[in-house]
T-cell receptor, first 114, second 116 residues
Framework: KNQVEQSPQSLIILEGKNCTLQ??????????LRWYKQDTGRGPVSLTI?????NTKSNGRYTATLDADTKQSSLHITASQLSDSASYIC?????????????FGKGTKLSVKP | DAGVIQSPRHEVTEMGQEVTLRCKPI?????LFWYRQTMMRGLELLIY????????DSGMPEDRFSAKMPNASFSTLKIQPSEPRDSAVYFC??????????????FGPGTRLTVL
């Protein structure tokens, strides 16, 4: 069964600290993996999209890594800011030409405290 | 661009009533998606359209749910009759499908539906 598991479910860190969020998936065959940031009361916003051949991709203080062999991805946040408080959702897309073939993780809720 | 526009932002209704949610995708985008988000189940894809045509509605929970896209700039998601378990945040997203390129979906602000 195609699944996306994220850990931890929630995380509290102090402003300025780094953190890493994990995403493990069983989706096969695999097309791409996305990380979204969702602020409370808002829709998700795309942070990164990684295809099979990409190992790492950065977007400012956000760096995503992908190991397609072990089916693991991580999202590293450097020098966290209060505005990083949000839910981070990992989404894996299978192949087959269907845009609807998306498997969503339940997200990691990050709280950054002053 | 104003982004994806959804209305209403909040809807409170009684069980058994008809509910219609509306979405205006980003101009020029040719794919539109309807999602439902709950604490228990996270984000779930309900249905998506390519060029106004429904492609995959396997995520629609039951016959009480229906979606239409009469033109490239408007879509509706209707629930009739509504039930308390339909309470959730409903998101609409759009994307521009470009062959060979991983597409990014742009989400609207969502409609928070409460069915009493």
């Amino acid at each position: 069964k195609n699944q996306v598991e994220q850990s931890p479910q929630s995380l509290i860190i102090l402003e300025g600290k780094n953190c890493t969020l994990q995403c493990n998936y069983t989706v096969s065959p695999f097309s791409n993996l996305r990380w979204y940031k969702q602020d409370t009361g808002r829709g998700p916003v795309s942070l990164t999209i990684m295809t099979f051949s990409e190992n790492t991709k950065s977007n400012g203080r956000y760096t995503a890594t992908l190991d397609a062999d072990t089916k693991q991805s991580s999202l590293h946040i450097t020098a966290s800011q209060l505005s990083d408080s949000a839910s981070y959702i990992c989404v894996v897309r299978g192949t087959g030409g269907s845009q609807g073939n998306l498997i969503f993780g339940k997200g990691t809720k990050l709280s950054v405290k002053p | 661009d104003a982004g994806v526009i959804q209305s209403p932002r909040h809807e409170v209704t009684e069980m058994g009533q008809e509910v219609t949610l509306r979405c205006k995708p980003i101009s020029g985008h040719n794919s539109l998606f309807w999602y439902r988000q709950t604490m228990m189940r996270g984000l779930e894809l309900l249905i998506y359209f390519n060029n106004n045509v429904p492609i995959d509605d396997s995520g629609m929970p039951e016959d009480r749910f229906s979606a239409k896209m009469p033109n490239a700039s408007f879509s509706t998601l209707k629930i009739q009759p509504s039930e308390p378990r339909d309470s959730a945040v409903y998101f609409c997203a759009s994307s521009s499908r470009t062959s060979g390129v991983a597409d990014t979906q742009y989400f609207g602000p969502g409609t928070r539906l409460t069915v009493l």
